[in-house]
């Protein structure tokens, strides 16, 4: 497939439930523009008029041409995020807020501990505004409500009791807490054409005392129990914020009859986003599912694909050929149905697999997969031009080999961090195995038995010191200056490195978390080694004639 892409809005989607980015690693360089400036580019205005307002205050000219993205790129915008983006060829952000959003009032418990500020708020939509980026909130209103359910002051709001995951759809102070959440968002996203309200994986939904009474009821069901809360909501937000549209996820929908939802009500009050995350997504599937929202009444639709976040709950690296055919088979699907059927796709990085879940890929690592998706559905195919076109904008030598930081990892947001996480995500454990597993030295001579009791042969310290520590004054004592160069001291280096990268990017938990979850269990393997060592060097060697077993107990 080549020509012109189908999807007319690509979103990036920011999910800020882990890890979120600190501002400046959005535009560093235009934290200091008047807000004010760039109030006046509305977010609707056609691709012309808003080169003209974009160039007058200073930002970016906007461009669907591949040409002047590739030129943005080359003018240094690539080492902001928002500008990477857009010259790559997003032209909307996607941006889900859960607990990083600065919640007044009765809301304010909501907040993260590093919660944006009002003023960061601000400063994000100026710069997606000044980059050509059209800022969508997304509130979850249903399901996936932990962030707001976990707390004291509203786990009474709970389908099940035992669980935070959906909220009770029979409460009225239910809608009165997602009205006042969409509410204080959309305060701060004045004008914004759609509003995603999420009622995705509503699990329990049915489970709860209030909804058990409510099924036994006539010929309620689950169904109608889901889009009648959807409607709730969907219709607060068309009352309190009229040019506004809700958008939701589609999952809940899809074993719903076209006569029931028909005549729910929700078809003029939503529309619907597709998600599949799948790379091998089912195509003649999604366009029955396609024409079965559009035969029932919607009138416009979404897609939603996925650059990370959606192979692994642990997944550290985007398994980069996954995610192309996932987009090259979203680009089938769109390419079967009539032109105007989808408005556009969403190319979602989930950071957490919900609000308790271990972090998965951070954004600066998935940045070359979101490139090669944009590029993809913008050119049509992941041909070999288009790859060379990737590795240009992002100034790396491939796509397909480890990035180095020694050889340069690219010129992009984030792109030292992407080398040394995949430095660590690689090698890190594997090598820490290969000391304590396979070396013959340490299984032999120093093994967990000897470990336990601080026994080494004396002979065998010369052989297990040099690989485990990095004292230089053991290195001149056993004979051995390249000392500095033991696993240990190369770890702790590159360790270091990494720590002081990622504090430039996210704040202090998100780099705590994600260290004692990938890096830390490997570390104290290796210094645990090291200690252990180091007082068995010191031991007294065994009296003579001495049998191992009679040597010093475990501490």
């Known amino acids: 497939m080549s020509g012109p892409t189908p999807f007319k809005m690509r979103f990036v989607h920011l999910d800020l439930k882990g890890a979120p980015p ?90 993260a501990p590093h919660a944006y500020s009002p ?64 509410d204080q968002v959309l305060e701060r996203h004045g004008g914004a054409r759609w509003l995603h309200i999420g009622c995705d994986e509503v699990y329990y939904l049915g489970q709860g005392e209030a909804s058990r009474r409510w099924l036994q009821q006539g010929q309620n069901s689950k169904a109608q129990l889901c889009l009648c809360h959807m409607r709730s909501v969907a219709s607060h937000v068309r009352s309190r914020h009229p040019g506004t549209t809700p958008l939701v996820w589609d999952d809940m929908l899809r074993a719903i009859p076209e006569d029931q939802l028909a005549a729910s009500g929700v078809l003029q009050l939503v529309e619907p ?22 035969e ?48 556009g796709i969403v190319l979602t990085g989930w950071q957490r697999y919900d609000h308790f879940s271990v972090l998965c890929e951070l954004l600066p690592v998935a940045i070359p997969s979101l490139a090669a998706c944009l590029q993809l559905l913008l050119h049509g195919g992941f041909t070999e ?12 030598p491939s796509l397909e080999v480890p ?18 996480v995949w430095q660590v995500s690689l090698h890190l454990s594997s090598s820490v195995d290969a000391l304590l597993e396979r070396n013959r030295f340490v299984t032999g001579w120093f093994s967990p038995y000897h470990r336990r009791r601080r026994l080494i042969h004396p002979a065998m310290v010369q052989h297990v010191q040099p690989e485990v520590l990095r004292d230089m004054s053991a290195a001149h004592k056993w004979g051995h200056p390249q000392l500095h160069n033991s696993l240990l001291a190369r770890w702790s280096a590159v360790v270091q490195e990494l720590e002081a990268a990622l504090q430039l990017a996210f704040y202090p938990d998100a780099v705590q978390e994600w260290l004692e979850e990938n890096v830390q269990p490997s570390m104290q393997r290796l210094q645990s080694l090291a200690q252990n060592l180091s007082v068995a060097a010191a031991q007294q060697p065994c009296p003579e004639g001495a049998a191992p077993g009679a040597w010093a107990a475990p501490p």
């Open 22 to 111: 600190k501002v400046s690693y959005l535009a560093e360089e235009l934290l200091h523009a008047d807000p004010e400036q760039s109030a006046s580019v509305p977010a609707g205005l056609s691709p012309t008029h808003k080169a003209a307002r974009l160039t007058a205050v200073g930002g970016p000219c906007y461009s669907d041409s591949p040409h002047s993205r590739s030129r943005l790129c080359r003018e240094n915008h690539q080492h902001k995020a928002f500008p990477l983006f857009h010259a790559l060829g997003a032209n909307g952000l996607l941006i889900e807020y859960e607990d990083m959003f600065p919640y007044e009032g009765h809301l304010r418990p909501l907040r």
């Open 119 to 182: 003023s960061d708020i601000s400063t994000i939509l100026h710069l997606a505004r000044l980059h050509g980026l059209e800022a969508v909130p997304l509130v979850q209103t249903f399901g996936h409500m932990e962030f707001v359910l976990k707390h004291a002051a509203f786990a009474h709001l709970r389908e099940v009791a035992s669980f935070p995951n959906t909220l009770n759809p029979h409460e009225a102070e239910s809608l009165a807490l997602v009205g006042a959440m969409l």
């Open 273 to 294: 986003v597709l998600w599949d995350y799948g790379a091998d997504l089912d195509v003649q599937g999604k366009v029955l599912l396609m024409r079965k929202y559009r």
């Open 296 to 343: 029932c009444g919607f009138p416009r639709l979404w897609a939603a694909s996925a650059f990370k976040g959606a192979t692994g709950v642990r997944q550290a690296l985007p398994p980069l050929q996954h995610h192309l055919q996932n987009h090259a088979q979203w680009l089938q699907v769109a390419g079967r149905m009539p032109a105007d059927t989808l408005q």
């Open 385 to 396: 031009d288009v790859k060379s076109r990737v590795e240009h904008l992002l100034q790396v």
């Open 403 to 420: 990035p180095s930081v020694s050889q340069g990892a690219g010129s992009f947001p984030g792109s030292n961090i992407l080398a040394l």
